[in-house]
């Protein structure tokens, strides 16, 4: 159980463009979704914390209008990155906490972003 | 800033040998805490979970939890090189609010 999936897993895009990332729980019920990024080597960061029907909070430096999030339902989270660029270039990974049980947040498999 | 702080690493021991990584925190409010293995290129994945003081084991991995030294320990007996990944600690401290450690690089040698 405690399933979360994340699509696609990769991803190539050109510098300028949009890139949406889906994240399911396929098995739960989740009204908070994590989205985190990590460049290589390095720790995770946390991005955006998205409840289910409301806005995102956003974590201090991460641009809201870049990282557009949507939790429109109990098992779907999007992240979308917009105008990127290769700085964006990263490893994306959202996580979900079951509505039901204990605290356990649990990830996805993750994207890898490429922008050229 | 509530903080999580864990020895970077890397952590070796040998094959069958038990590996012990530490964790401890700033936040005392903190009320549970977890442990993830990750592989390199790869995502989080939860190991345990530990809510109160003491010790849970399940297989061959042990949480222990000491609030009043705001510690968190995990023990793996047995070590495979198959666990050689990087250990994040997680301390829950209300709201949704989650503080990862940068981790510890475990390295079992075959």
């Known amino acids: 159980g405690a399933v979360v999936s994340q699509h696609p897993s990769w991803v190539i895009c050109k510098s300028g463009t949009s890139v949406k990332i889906e994240c399911r729980s396929l098995d739960f019920q989740a009204t908070t979704m994590f989205w985190y990024r990590q460049f290589p080597k390095q720790s995770l960061m946390l991005m955006a914390t998205s409840n289910e029907g409301s806005k995102a909070t956003y974590e201090q430096g991460v641009e809201k209008d870049k990282f557009l999030i949507n939790h429109a339902s109990l098992t779907l989270s999007t992240l979308t990155v917009t105008s990127a660029h290769p700085e964006d270039s990263s490893f994306y990974i959202c996580s979900a906490r079951p509505l039901a049980g204990g605290r356990e947040q649990y990830f996805g498999p993750g994207t890898r972003l490429t922008v050229t | 800033q509530k903080e999580v702080e864990q020895n970077s690493g890397p952590l070796s021991v040998p094959e069958g040998a038990i590996a012990s990584l530490n964790c401890t925190y700033s936040d005392r409010g903190s009320q549970s805490f977890f442990w993830y293995r990750q592989y390199s290129g790869k995502s989080p994945e939860l190991i345990m979970s530990?809510?109160?003081?003491g010790d849970k084991e399940d297989g061959r991995f042990t949480a222990q939890l000491n609030k009043a030294s705001q510690y968190v320990s995990l023990l793996i007996r047995d070590s495979q090189p198959s666990d050689s990944a990087t250990y994040l600690c997680a301390a829950y401290s209300g709201t949704y609010k989650y503080i990862f450690g940068t981790g510890t690089r475990l390295k079992v040698l075959a």
């Open positions: 530990i809510y109160s003081n």
